[in-house]
């Protein structure tokens, strides 16, 4: 009986579908298991090979635990709402809706044709109204609460406004803006607007104002990433600085609470270090400098904040963000039009750029600060190093401390004091430690942790500074002016945001036309006259607002009267394993963090950490193709030649690595060629070629069999290349390789659906796990794929035989068979639970290459292997399973238990000396004594000869070690 992948496969997958065999229930008595992947954005160019690495690795683990006895959840869906939908939209006039479904259709059938184990009954679509209804509830929940610093919780803002009707905020701070203070008697007093106004200061989603890269030409908003050198990516157009209304998400709040769950849930030390770094807690001072300098700017102050308070006496010039509000009022009338000209400038580069800059920029204001111990004036410059959202937006600069602003020190020639010699570049004796510090006086001599506290304390008793701890992080911007999104419940009344009642949920997107942004930049809908009469917020939603909670959809995705009940969400609790990459990890994972903590505080759910487990998968690399196209000058030509009527030729790769070289010979050699070929096109116009070079050009790496270029498809693949000419070596054009990532523009993509046709899809599965360590980077290579397809068939060579069928008997293991069998189950076992999946699949290769020497066909061990393989090899496993006369699915079998008795050593290969020298290796039992050890070696046919008669002087016999025979 042959081994048809393809027709078993098919088989199969719909039998699965028909039994709903991956359908999972929320009441079991099983213990639960939940295994999700991070959902994939459906895009038009479907999937390529590189992304199920995690979606395999996730479905071994499911069907593993399944084997185990657990109840396993393993869903999957799509995160359909988002800017590069509303692109294709724009740029092909298909609405987002439409391109989305067929996009998921696309991914859906190359899903299935890999056999994943997913419970599709449980699909979710973010961009579903069934499904953002409850995106806008959560976002209602979080507009209607705020932290309450004293419980450490969110709580439900209505409770704070009782409480400021007794006793105003005297024990609230106000997170958005530390000024505000209000008696209960002020509160009762204000205005309906102004108490909103302070609430909105208190909501853990609030709406402020802030500065968006806007594109007249192009009449948008566009992200960060979207803007080079301060022109937009698409048309190279100006693009400048606006503030626009925005909702946020009060993160801040939770900076300690995100900081402190790390130490509970296993992530991996890298990305735990990448959350820390980015929440940036820091303890220090916030100081304030008085300001001297244009009329009217006298009594000003500028604040700092500062993790080294004890440097205070080595600051030598203050450094402002040129967004600050106080510019306009402290810059002289002599600096003006500077300062002017660099703002400007300044807005026209995105914070991105600005952070990566190395180059040193900024303007004096022409104003100073004094410092507040020694009364020292300090010059006030702007730079663009200094961003307005973090800290204060101004720092002082401390060059004998700092090397970034010792640079800007030079290079602006602001004189350097408090310091002894040149810190940075050793022309004199190198600063101390303790240099900065010169003047300070009551410093001298302490450590630095000492003068720091001495310092903050001297700050707070003067009154210009108080402990401050800061973060980096910033409260997230939470709106895009875009169509493609979830509409946010709210309506505008008189300048207040007015959430919508729960029974007015979902808020649809309208349908449209297009998708110009409104007047003043808002988002598309502000262009949708019914939407502006009902005052409806005319952002949207960003594309992580879905993708925050859908862990939490899949426990009870069918559910209409709640985002997801509590029973159910107690029973499956956290994700025991999340397998995601990461480049979600400062982004989608603080925000699922930071939802399931507001969710668990209000009571909706009972755990604040939302993944227990993560796994970061590497990446799949493509390993592109590159042809050589020769340029060349020529000279003697009697009209200007037409560029695009010269031939397009192309030299193979070992041509081009002795062009490289600097091989005269084949340099000239190939003048020649190309003048005849010039000759022929221009009519003997042109009399010689003065110098030859390549250009490197990415090729379809489906056109290209190993290293050797079809040429014939090569002149198919692109209409520029159909007249191409080739320089051939040993008469085969062989490409350029280089690893590089798997990108549709390198052409290095290799769709699945093609290997799956080829090869099987259990062979696809294990050939992605055999490639390596799963949570490594490695580049992928085609051609391997072959040897483990052969090792696919020599499994299905100990059931059947291609020419005389049913392999497999009755008898009864051998205590060698079982050996091989237990030695495997117990590898196997622990490289899944520890997803060392590589190693797993060599571990199978080995154990069939045992059992074929062995010829072992026998029921008891074979049945045994089909179980262990099924997360692998779920296909082939299923029919062999069947074959083997089985009426249940292997999906529900036990798996099989690791007996250590049968893998006991009973023998030990003993190297075998004679006078020194290893001369042979004999297996002799345990158990053996030392004369019947001397009997056996001495009876060896290799010691005898060895030996060579002679007789034995003596037998060095070291149990479990070695023998050796002296002659």
Same mark, same amino acid.
């Given at each position: 009986?042959?081994?048809?992948?393809?027709?078993?496969?098919?088989?199969?997958?719909?039998?699965?579908?028909?039994?709903?065999?991956?359908?999972?229930?929320?009441?079991?008595?099983?213990?639960?298991?939940?295994?999700?992947?991070?959902?994939?954005?459906?895009?038009?160019?479907?999937?390529?090979?590189?992304?199920?690495?995690?979606?395999?690795?996730?479905?071994?683990?499911?069907?593993?635990?399944?084997?185990?006895?657990?109840?396993?959840?393993?869903?999957?869906?799509?995160?359909?709402?988002?800017?590069?939908?509303?692109?294709?939209?724009?740029?092909?006039?298909?609405?987002?809706?439409?391109?989305?479904?067929?996009?998921?259709?696309?991914?859906?059938?190359?899903?299935?044709?890999?056999?994943?184990?997913?419970?599709?009954?449980?699909?979710?679509?973010?961009?579903?109204?069934?499904?953002?209804?409850?995106?806008?509830?959560?976002?209602?929940?979080?507009?209607?609460?705020?932290?309450?610093?004293?419980?450490?919780?969110?709580?439900?803002?209505?409770?704070?406004?009782?409480?400021?009707?007794?006793?105003?905020?005297?024990?609230?701070?106000?997170?958005?803006?530390?000024?505000?203070?209000?008696?209960?008697?002020?509160?009762?007093?204000?205005?309906?607007?102004?108490?909103?106004?302070?609430?909105?200061?208190?909501?853990?989603?609030?709406?402020?104002?802030?500065?968006?890269?806007?594109?007249?030409?192009?009449?948008?908003?566009?992200?960060?990433?979207?803007?080079?050198?301060?022109?937009?990516?698409?048309?190279?157009?100006?693009?400048?600085?606006?503030?626009?209304?925005?909702?946020?998400?009060?993160?801040?709040?939770?900076?300690?609470?995100?900081?402190?769950?790390?130490?509970?849930?296993?992530?991996?030390?890298?990305?735990?270090?990448?959350?820390?770094?980015?929440?940036?807690?820091?303890?220090?001072?916030?100081?304030?400098?008085?300001?001297?300098?244009?009329?009217?700017?006298?009594?000003?102050?500028?604040?700092?904040?500062?993790?080294?308070?004890?440097?205070?006496?080595?600051?030598?010039?203050?450094?402002?963000?040129?967004?600050?509000?106080?510019?306009?009022?402290?810059?002289?009338?002599?600096?003006?039009?500077?300062?002017?000209?660099?703002?400007?400038?300044?807005?026209?580069?995105?914070?991105?750029?600005?952070?990566?800059?190395?180059?040193?920029?900024?303007?004096?204001?022409?104003?100073?600060?004094?410092?507040?111990?020694?009364?020292?004036?300090?010059?006030?410059?702007?730079?663009?190093?200094?961003?307005?959202?973090?800290?204060?937006?101004?720092?002082?600069?401390?060059?004998?401390?700092?090397?970034?602003?010792?640079?800007?020190?030079?290079?602006?020639?602001?004189?350097?004091?408090?310091?002894?010699?040149?810190?940075?570049?050793?022309?004199?004796?190198?600063?101390?430690?303790?240099?900065?510090?010169?003047?300070?006086?009551?410093?001298?001599?302490?450590?630095?942790?000492?003068?720091?506290?001495?310092?903050?304390?001297?700050?707070?008793?003067?009154?210009?500074?108080?402990?401050?701890?800061?973060?980096?992080?910033?409260?997230?911007?939470?709106?895009?002016?875009?169509?493609?999104?979830?509409?946010?419940?709210?309506?505008?009344?008189?300048?207040?945001?007015?959430?919508?009642?729960?029974?007015?949920?979902?808020?649809?997107?309208?349908?449209?036309?297009?998708?110009?942004?409104?007047?003043?930049?808002?988002?598309?809908?502000?262009? &949708?006259? !019914?939407?502006?009469?009902? *005052? @409806?917020?005319?952002?949207?939603?960003?594309? +992580?607002? #879905? /993708?925050?909670?859908?862990?939490?959809?899949?426990?009870?995705?069918?559910?209409?009267?709640?985002?997801?009940?509590?029973?159910?969400?107690?029973?499956?609790?956290?994700?025991?394993?999340?397998?995601?990459?990461?480049?979600?990890?400062?982004?989608?994972?603080?925000?699922?963090?930071?939802?399931?903590?507001?969710?668990?505080?209000?009571?909706?759910?009972?755990?604040?950490?939302?993944?227990?487990?993560?796994?970061?998968?590497?990446?799949?690399?493509?390993?592109?193709?590159?042809?050589?196209?020769?340029?060349?000058?020529?000279?003697?030509?009697?009209?200007?030649?037409?560029?695009?009527?010269?031939?397009?030729?192309?030299?193979?790769?070992?041509?081009?690595?002795?062009?490289?070289?600097?091989?005269?010979? &084949?340099? !000239?050699?190939?003048?020649? *060629? @190309?003048?005849?070929?010039?000759?022929?096109? +221009?009519? #003997? /116009?042109?009399?010689?070629?003065?110098?030859?070079?390549?250009?490197?050009?990415?090729?379809?790496?489906?056109?290209?069999?190993?290293?050797?270029?079809?040429?014939?498809?090569?002149?198919?693949?692109?209409?520029?290349?159909?007249?191409?000419?080739?320089?051939?070596?040993?008469?085969?054009?062989?490409?350029?390789?280089?690893?590089?990532?798997?990108?549709?523009?390198?052409?290095?993509?290799?769709?699945?659906?093609?290997?799956?046709?080829?090869?099987?899809?259990?062979?696809?599965?294990?050939?992605?796990?055999?490639?390596?360590?799963?949570?490594?980077?490695?580049?992928?290579?085609?051609?391997?794929?072959?040897?483990?397809?052969?090792?696919?068939?020599?499994?299905?060579?100990?059931?059947?035989?291609?020419?005389?069928?049913?392999?497999?008997?009755? *008898?009864?293991?051998?205590?060698?068979?079982?050996?091989?069998?237990?030695?495997?189950?117990?590898?196997?076992?622990?490289?899944?639970?520890?997803?060392?999946?590589?190693?797993?699949?060599?571990?199978?290769?080995?154990?069939?290459?045992?059992?074929?020497?062995?010829?072992?066909?026998?029921?008891?061990?074979?049945?045994?292997?089909?179980?262990?393989?099924?997360?692998?090899?779920?296909?082939?496993?299923?029919?062999?399973?069947?074959?083997?006369?089985?009426?249940?699915?292997?999906?529900?079998?036990?798996?099989?238990?690791?007996?250590?008795?049968?893998?006991?050593?009973?023998?030990?290969?003993?190297?075998?000396?004679?006078?020194?020298?290893?001369?042979?290796?004999?297996?002799?039992?345990?158990?053996?004594?030392?004369?019947?050890?001397?009997?056996?070696?001495?009876?060896?046919?290799?010691?005898?000869?060895?030996?060579?008669?002679?007789?034995?002087?003596?037998?060095?016999?070291?149990?479990?070690?070695?023998?050796?025979?002296?002659?």
């Amino acid at each position: 009986m042959e081994y048809n992948f393809s027709a078993i496969e098919k088989k199969w997958q719909a039998q699965w579908k028909q039994d709903h065999a991956y359908r999972v229930s929320n009441e079991s008595s099983k213990p639960k298991f939940y295994v999700l992947d991070m959902f994939p954005y459906p895009s038009g160019s479907g999937l390529h090979v590189g992304h199920p690495l995690g979606y395999i690795a996730s479905d071994i683990y499911s069907r593993f635990k399944r084997l185990k006895g657990f109840n396993v959840l393993h869903p999957m869906g799509y995160d359909a709402f988002g800017l590069p939908a509303e692109q294709y939209a724009i740029e092909h006039g298909v609405h987002p809706a439409v391109s989305t479904a067929e996009n998921i259709d696309t991914f859906r059938k190359q899903l299935d044709n890999i056999g994943f184990c997913f419970d599709w009954d449980r699909e979710v679509r973010t961009s579903d109204p069934s499904y953002y209804k409850w995106t806008q509830w959560i976002f209602l929940q979080l507009f209607n609460s705020y932290y309450n610093r004293l419980t450490q919780k969110a709580e439900p803002i209505a409770q704070l406004v009782t409480v400021f009707e007794k006793e105003g905020n005297i024990k609230h701070v106000c997170p958005g803006d530390h000024a505000i203070r209000f008696s209960a008697m002020e509160w009762n007093n204000y205005t309906h607007k102004q108490q909103q106004d302070i609430l909105m200061n208190y909501r853990l989603a609030f709406c402020g104002y802030g500065e968006v890269n806007w594109c007249e030409a192009l009449g948008t908003v566009l992200a960060n990433d979207e803007v080079i050198n301060g022109v937009s990516e698409r048309g190279g157009h100006p693009v400048v600085k606006k503030k626009l209304r925005q909702w946020y998400l009060r993160i801040t709040e939770y900076a300690d609470r995100l900081l402190d769950g790390l130490q509970t849930i296993d992530f991996s030390e890298a990305m735990k270090e990448m959350q820390t770094n980015w929440i940036g807690k820091s303890s220090g001072a916030e100081i304030s400098f008085q300001v001297q300098g244009a009329d009217g700017c006298n009594g000003l102050h500028l604040h700092v904040y500062t993790t080294r308070p004890d440097t205070i006496f080595g600051v030598d010039f203050m450094v402002v963000a040129p967004e600050h509000e106080l510019i306009e009022r402290i810059t002289s009338d002599e600096q003006k039009e500077t300062v002017e000209a660099y703002i400007a400038y300044v807005k026209s580069r995105s914070e991105r750029e600005r952070q990566a800059e190395k180059k040193i920029t900024g303007a004096f204001t022409g104003a100073y600060a004094l410092n507040p111990f020694d009364g020292r004036k300090i010059p006030v410059w702007i730079s663009e190093y200094v961003l307005a959202g973090y800290g204060t937006g101004a720092i002082m600069a401390v060059p004998c401390g700092d090397e970034r602003d010792y640079k800007f020190a030079k290079h602006f020639n602001i004189p350097i004091t408090n310091i002894i010699g040149d810190a940075y570049n050793g022309e004199e004796a190198n600063a101390t430690k303790d240099a900065k510090l010169e003047n300070s006086g009551f410093l001298n001599g302490m450590v630095m942790r000492d003068a720091m506290e001495v310092v903050i304390d001297k700050l707070e008793d003067m009154g210009i500074g108080k402990r401050k701890v800061n973060y980096k992080m910033r409260d997230a911007a939470f709106s895009r002016q875009r169509y493609w999104g979830e509409p946010f419940p709210i309506q505008w009344k008189n300048g207040v945001a007015v959430a919508l009642s729960e029974t007015e949920l979902p808020l649809e997107l309208p349908a449209v036309d297009h998708y110009s942004p409104g007047p003043e930049g808002e988002g598309p809908l502000a262009n &949708i006259p !019914e939407w502006v009469a009902r *005052e @409806l917020e005319t952002n949207t939603m960003p594309g +992580y607002a #879905g /993708s925050s909670w859908y862990f939490l959809r899949y426990m009870d995705p069918h559910n209409k009267e709640a985002f997801c009940d509590r029973k159910a969400s107690d029973y499956w609790n956290q994700v025991d394993l999340y397998i995601g990459g990461t480049e979600h990890a400062v982004g989608h994972l603080l925000y699922s963090r930071l939802w399931t903590k507001v969710l668990c505080d209000l009571g909706h759910i009972g755990f604040d950490e939302p993944f227990r487990k993560l796994l970061n998968q590497g990446m799949i690399q493509g390993s592109s193709r590159f042809v050589y196209r020769l340029l060349w000058k020529f000279a003697g030509t009697e009209r200007v030649l037409d560029q695009a009527k010269l031939p397009q030729v192309f030299i193979s790769k070992g041509i081009v690595d002795e062009l490289h070289k600097g091989n005269k010979e &084949i340099e !000239e050699r190939y003048k020649t *060629e @190309l003048l005849n070929l010039l000759k022929q096109t +221009y009519s #003997g /116009s042109v009399s010689f070629i003065h110098s030859i070079d390549v250009v490197a050009l990415h090729v379809d790496v489906n056109i290209v069999d190993g290293v050797e270029l079809d040429t014939k498809a090569f002149k198919q693949w692109k209409p520029d290349f159909a007249d191409a000419e080739f320089i051939l070596e040993d008469g085969k054009y062989i490409c350029g390789v280089e690893v590089e990532k798997m990108s549709k523009s390198k052409f290095n993509t290799v769709n699945p659906n093609t290997l799956v046709d080829k090869f099987g899809a259990d062979t696809f599965r294990m050939y992605e796990m055999f490639l390596g360590p799963v949570e490594q980077s490695k580049p992928w290579d085609t051609k391997g794929i072959e040897g483990v397809h052969r090792f696919i068939k020599k499994l299905w060579r100990l059931f059947f035989d291609e020419q005389k069928g049913k392999q497999w008997n009755e *008898e009864k293991a051998t205590a060698a068979e079982l050996k091989v069998l237990h030695r495997t189950i117990k590898k196997i076992e622990d490289d899944t639970e520890r997803f060392s999946f590589n190693t797993a699949v060599s571990t199978f290769m080995i154990c069939v290459n045992e059992l074929s020497d062995l010829k072992c066909h026998k029921r008891e061990v074979l049945e045994s292997l089909l179980i262990m393989l099924t997360p692998y090899a779920p296909h082939i496993a299923e029919e062999l399973w069947h074959q083997l006369g089985n009426t249940s699915s292997v999906l529900d079998a036990a798996y099989p238990a690791y007996n250590a008795s049968f893998t006991a050593e009973s023998e030990k290969e003993y190297p075998v000396s004679i006078n020194g020298r290893v001369r042979t290796n004999i297996s002799i039992s345990l158990d053996a004594t030392e004369a019947q050890v001397k009997e056996i070696v001495l009876g060896n046919e290799m010691v005898q000869k060895w030996m060579e008669d002679k007789p034995l002087k003596k037998l060095i016999f070291v149990k479990g070690k070695m023998i050796n025979v002296v002659i």
